[in-house]
Structure formats: C-alpha cells, structure tokens
C-alpha cells in the first residue's frame, strides 16, 4: 500500500510542475502579454510524459525571467480551448514544441532541453526587439520606414500591399 501512495505522488510531481508560476498565454492573453517583448514559449500537453518532464527546466528558467521588461519565457497549454487557436496558428502537433522569438513570427528552437541549455539560449535571443511601440530600439532606417508607415492611411497600406502581392505574382 505504501508502494502505491509513494507511487502516486512520484506521478504527480511534474504535473504539479506544469502547473507552476509560468505564465500561461491563451488567445484572450497573448498580445497583451508579449506586446513588445521577445518570447519563449512551451506548447505543451499535459497528459504528454515529455510534458511532464520538462516542466521542473522550464518552470525554473521562467522564474529567471520573470517580470523582464524585454524577454517573457511563457507557457501555452494546448488542450486548452482558450490556447487552441496558438497551438492551431503556430501548427504545434508534438509536446512539448518550443518556439521562440517576435510572438507575431515564432521559430522552432531544436536545441537542448537541459536548464542549462535552455538559460544559454533564452540569454542569446531574449534581447530588446524593434517594434511600432519601442521605436528607440530600431536602427535609423527601420525607425524612419516604421514612422512612414504607421502615418500611412489604411487605405493607401491597402493598396501598396495589393501592389507587391501583384509584383509577387508577375515574378512568378
């Protein structure tokens, strides 16, 4: 019986570690939070086994990053319906995915999965990112083509997008 008892709690361990401090970003979260900032995101399950195992590495990294005003290390449950709709977006069908980077255009991170691999990675790529609301970050031409672009009207966007789609087209 007490094999049993001991068992049970060994099982919920990492599930107790999935469900940590970490933010957890859903649909009605994700903009708000990220607005600004460079991000690393687990997707993950938490019926997955490699779930569960990550979860001690990333609670820990995230707590080094927490309240960062540059870099947020975030979680996104995908049997969530509020997170479906990212895990759906961002085509995440194994668990965990991690994806990191501008949260309008994620990339796949294939590294290590250690601590230790994860804390060196989040260190390189973490860093402030030029943005619409963080002009000061931007070099001169990209802060200059941002501040043309934002006085634009939509209607003029409209049809300078509609102008280079048609370019795209003729090339092709």
Request: with cysteine; glycine share 4%.
């Amino acid at each position: 019986m007490k094999f049993i008892f001991l068992s049970l709690i060994y099982l919920a361990f990492p599930i107790v570690g999935l469900a940590s401090n970490v933010k957890h970003l859903t649909s009605d979260n994700y903009t708000d939070l990220s607005r600004g900032k460079t991000v690393f995101l687990m997707f993950y399950a938490p019926w997955c086994g490699h779930s569960k195992k990550m979860a001690p590495e990333w609670t820990k990294l995230a707590s080094d990053w927490e309240g960062n005003e540059v870099g947020l290390v975030a979680k996104i449950d995908c049997t969530d319906k509020k997170s479906k709709p990212l895990c759906k977006k961002y085509k995440v069908h194994n668990f965990p995915s991690i994806h990191y980077g501008d949260p309008l255009s994620l990339e796949i991170y294939e590294g290590g999965r250690s601590y230790e691999d994860l804390s060196f990675f989040a260190k390189e790529i973490l860093k402030p990112m030029c943005t619409p609301s963080k002009l000061e970050r931007c070099d001169d031409d990209t802060k200059r083509l941002t501040q043309e672009l934002m006085s634009t009207s939509d209607e003029e966007l409209k049809n300078l997008l509609l102008d280079e789609r048609k370019k795209l087209k003729d090339i092709a």
